[in-house]
T-cell receptor
Framework: DTGVSQNPRHKITKRGQNVTFRCDPI?????LYWYRQTLGQGPEFLTY????????KSRLLSDRFSAERPKGSFSTLEIQRTEQGDSAMYLC?????????????FGPGTRLTVL | AQSVTQPDIHITVSEGASLELRCNYS??????LFWYVQSPGQGLQLLLK??????LVQGIKGFEAEFKRSQSSFNLRKPSVHWSDAAEYFC?????????????FGKGTHLIIQP
């Protein structure tokens, strides 16, 4: 049983650079979520996909952020022109979306440090 | 808008003692409630969830939680903690019935176990 995987696990970049993270959900899950977690805080919802369609975006997702899930399988989250405030753990989760259940399974996260 | 409050930022408990972590929520509809645990360098692991039915739910690792609608609470309990329970604990609220909104998390409670 392979869970949600995320790559890379750590990313250090300089301010102004672009970064891209990848998430591979549990294979039979059609829903995929991105969250951001800063130090001392709980995860905050960023965006959500059902299959390849991006159905919801939080106001936290500024124009510098873009997420895709081109074939309804893996997803990428890109941050353009990174800022120091983008430093955080980026978490991906997936769920099967069966009726009455919204149990999300989380990956280990990608820790971004912007210098 | 929904919100989750975890009043205790840190809790210290002696090994073998009982534990209760508090969670209060605000949600417009019938809430679906979750407790997750996060260990250093690990992703979030689901401990238990409440959707409907019996208000006392059992989870993994000997944890249980009780849903009290009148108090808008979903407190997590364990009768006897082990050193391996030291971690960050997050309460979350979200929609069910196939709803796909992201989860709203509290800020977490850091559990410290004294020998």
């Amino acid at each position: 049983d392979t869970g949600v995987s995320q790559n890379p696990r750590h990313k250090i970049t300089k301010r102004g650079q672009n970064v891209t993270f990848r998430c591979d959900p549990i294979s039979e899950h059609n829903r995929l979520y991105w969250y951001r977690q800063t130090l001392g805080q709980g995860p905050e919802f960023l965006t959500y996909f059902q299959n390849e369609a991006q159905l919801e975006k939080s106001r936290l997702l500024s124009d510098r952020f873009s997420a895709e899930r081109p074939k309804g399988s893996f997803s990428t989250l890109e941050i353009q022109r990174t800022e120091q405030g983008d430093s955080a753990m980026y978490l991906c989760a997936s769920s099967s979306g069966t009726s009455g259940v919204n149990e999300q399974f989380f990956g280990p996260g990608t820790r971004l440090t912007v210098l | 808008a929904q919100s989750v409050t975890q009043p205790d930022i840190h809790i210290t408990v002696s090994e073998g003692a009982s534990l209760e972590l508090r969670c209060n929520y605000s949600y417009g509809a019938t809430p679906y409630l979750f407790w997750y645990v996060q260990s250093p360098g690990q992703g979030l692991q689901l401990l238990l969830k409440y959707f409907s039915g019996d208000t006392l739910v059992q989870g993994i690792k000997g944890f249980e939680a009780e849903f009290k609608r009148s108090q808008s609470s979903f407190n997590l309990r364990k009768p006897s903690v082990h050193w391996s329970d030291a971690a960050e604990y997050f309460c979350a609220v979200g929609p069910g019935g196939g709803g796909a909104d992201g989860l709203t998390f509290g800020k977490g409670t850091h559990l410290i176990i004294q020998p």
